[in-house]
C-alpha cells in the first residue's frame, strides 16, 4: 500500500507538472521571459581570491571546464582571499577562494553561501642550514613576542625570547609576513594574538617587503638564515632546503591539523538567492557547479593531491542540479520552475537549472531529474542562520550562510 500512495503521488506530480508544461507555448522561449536575461552561452566564470588556494584552483580548472564543454571558461585572478571576497560582495566575482574563515562581524557573510573545501596549518620555517640546527621548536608565545617586536624587532636576537628556544643564538630574528590582502596574514596574527596595527610596525621595521604568496614565504626560508616565515602544508615537499619548527612541541603534519596550534581552514564562497537570479544567471549556475565539483569525491581527490587534509564529500552535492529554485527540498515548486523554461535550449549544458539533467534542453527528461528525487532535501544553507566568525555549519556540507 505505501509503494502504491508513492507511486501515485508521483504520478499525480508528473501529470500535473505535464498540464503545467501544456499551458505554455511549446518551441525556444530563451529570452522571452525577464529571469532569462542573464542566461547565456559560453559562460565566463569569474573565481577571484585566495593565493594559498591557488594550485587547488589551477589544478580544478581544466577539469570543471572539460565537465561542461564546450563553452565554459574559468577566468581566474590570483588577488588574496580578502580581495576576493570583497569582488564577490561587489558582483565582480562569480566565486571567491579563501584561506581563512569569512567574518560575520564585519559583513563578509552577508548575502554569501560558504562552504570548507580543505584544511590545512601554518607552518612555521626557517632554512635548513648549518647555522640554524639548533632551531628545532618555538612556543606560540615566542611567535607572538617576534611579530608583536614593533620597532624593538630591530634588536631582538633569539636568545632574547621567552622562554629561549635551546641553543638559541645571540643572531637577530628577521621575520617576513604575507601582504595585508591575503588571507593568510590576517589569520595568523590573529591566531597569535598580535594587532594589525603592531604587526605593521615590525614588518615594515625590518625593511623587506611583504610576500605575496606561500611558495615565496617558503623561498624565503630556505634561502636565508635566521628568516623565520609562515607557510601552508602544501609548501613543505618542493621546499626541501626549509625546516619545519614545532610549535609548543608538535611538528604539523596532514594527519594533526585538528590538534595543531595553528590550525587552517580553507572555503569556497558564492553569492546567495537573495543577490543574484541563481536560476537563470549563467555564471552563478556554473559557479555552484565549481563548488560542487571541491565538495564532489573527484574535488577531494585532487584536494587531497594538493597536499591539503580534506573534507571528506558529502553523499549529495551541496547545491544539487534537482533542487531547481533552491529553496531547500524538491517539490512541485521545481517542476514548475521547468515548466516555465520548457523548450529552452542552448549549446551550453546545464546553463540554466531548469537544465536538471544537463543536456542542454529543458524537456521531459529534466522532469524526471525532479522526480526522481522528489521530496529529498536541496539546498544545504537554505535557512541556515547567520554564524559567528569563529565558526561554520559542522553538517554534512560544512556551509556558513549569512
Request: net charge negative; charged share 20%.
Given at each position: 500500500m505505501k509503494r502504491l500512495c508513492i507511486t501515485l503521488t508521483m504520478g499525480a506530480a508528473l501529470t500535473?507538472?505535464?498540464?503545467?508544461v501544456g499551458s505554455l507555448p511549446v518551441g525556444s522561449r530563451h529570452g522571452t521571459l525577464s529571469a532569462d536575461a542573464a542566461a547565456s552561452c559560453p559562460i565566463t566564470v569569474r573565481d577571484n581570491g585566495s593565493t594559498t588556494l591557488q594550485n587547488i584552483r589551477f589544478a580544478a580548472k581544466p577539469i570543471v571546464e572539460s565537465q561542461w564543454a564546450p563553452g565554459t571558461t574559468i577566468l581566474q585572478v590570483i588577488n588574496g582571499s580578502g580581495n576576493g571576497v570583497s569582488d564577490l560582495t561587489a558582483g565582480n566575482a562569480d566565486v571567491a577562494a579563501s584561506s581563512r574563515p569569512l567574518k560575520f562581524s564585519n559583513g563578509e557573510t552577508t548575502g554569501k553561501y560558504v562552504y570548507q573545501?580543505?584544511?590545512?596549518?601554518?607552518?612555521?620555517?626557517?632554512?635548513?642550514?648549518?647555522?640554524?640546527?639548533?632551531?628545532?621548536?618555538?612556543?606560540?608565545?615566542?611567535l607572538k613576542q617576534i611579530y608583536d617586536a614593533q620597532a624593538s624587532i630591530s634588536t631582538l636576537r633569539w636568545v632574547d625570547l621567552v622562554p629561549p628556544p635551546a641553543g638559541a643564538t645571540t643572531d637577530l630574528i628577521v621575520p617576513r609576513a604575507r601582504i595585508t590582502g591575503s588571507g593568510s596574514q590576517p589569520d595568523f596574527i590573529s591566531q597569535i594574538v598580535?594587532?594589525?596595527?603592531?604587526?605593521?610596525?615590525?614588518?615594515?621595521?625590518?625593511?623587506?617587503?611583504r610576500l605575496?604568496?606561500?611558495?615565496?614565504?617558503?623561498?624565503?626560508?630556505?634561502?636565508?638564515?635566521?628568516q623565520i616565515i609562515y607557510t601552508s602544508l602544501a609548501e613543505i615537499p618542493s621546499h626541501p632546503n626549509m625546516k619545519v619548527i614545532a610549535i609548543d612541541g608538535v611538528v604539523p603534519t596532514v594527519a594533526n591539523v585538528s590538534s595543531y596550534a595553528l590550525p587552517r581552514q580553507m572555503f569556497v564562497a558564492v553569492r546567495d538567492t537573495?543577490?543574484?537570479?541563481?536560476?537563470?544567471?549563467?555564471?552563478?549556475?556554473?559557479?555552484?557547479?565549481?563548488?560542487n565539483f571541491l565538495r564532489s569525491p573527484a574535488g577531494d581527490a585532487l584536494i587531497a593531491n594538493e597536499g591539503y587534509p580534506t573534507i571528506p564529500p558529502a553523499s549529495v552535492p551541496p547545491i544539487p542540479d534537482w533542487d531547481v529554485n533552491l529553496n531547500g527540498?524538491?517539490?512541485?515548486?521545481?517542476?514548475?520552475?521547468?515548466?516555465?523554461?520548457?523548450?529552452?535550449?542552448?549549446?551550453?549544458?546545464?546553463?540554466?537549472?531548469?537544465d536538471v539533467n544537463n543536456t542542454g534542453g529543458v524537456s521531459l527528461?529534466?522532469?524526471?531529474?525532479?522526480?526522481?528525487?522528489?521530496?529529498?532535501?536541496?539546498?544545504?544553507?537554505?535557512?541556515v542562520a547567520s554564524l559567528p566568525d569563529t565558526g561554520y555549519n559542522p553538517g554534512t556540507n560544512n556551509c556558513q550562510h549569512g
Open positions: 500535473m507538472a505535464i498540464a503545467m573545501i580543505a584544511k590545512d596549518s601554518f607552518v612555521i620555517g626557517v632554512r635548513n642550514s648549518p647555522a640554524m640546527a639548533w632551531l628545532t621548536g618555538l612556543t606560540k608565545a615566542n598580535v594587532t594589525p596595527a603592531s604587526e605593521a610596525v615590525t614588518i615594515s621595521t625590518t625593511g623587506l617587503p605575496v604568496e606561500a611558495d615565496e614565504m617558503a623561498d624565503a626560508a630556505e634561502n636565508n638564515d635566521n537573495a543577490l543574484v537570479n541563481r536560476i537563470d544567471d549563467s555564471r552563478q549556475v556554473r559557479a555552484d557547479d565549481w563548488v527540498t524538491t517539490t512541485l515548486t521545481d517542476l514548475g520552475a521547468v515548466a516555465a523554461r520548457w523548450g529552452q535550449t542552448s549549446a551550453c549544458k546545464g546553463w540554466i537549472r531548469a527528461g529534466d522532469i524526471g531529474g525532479v522526480t526522481s528525487h522528489w521530496g529529498q532535501d536541496g539546498l544545504i544553507c537554505n535557512g
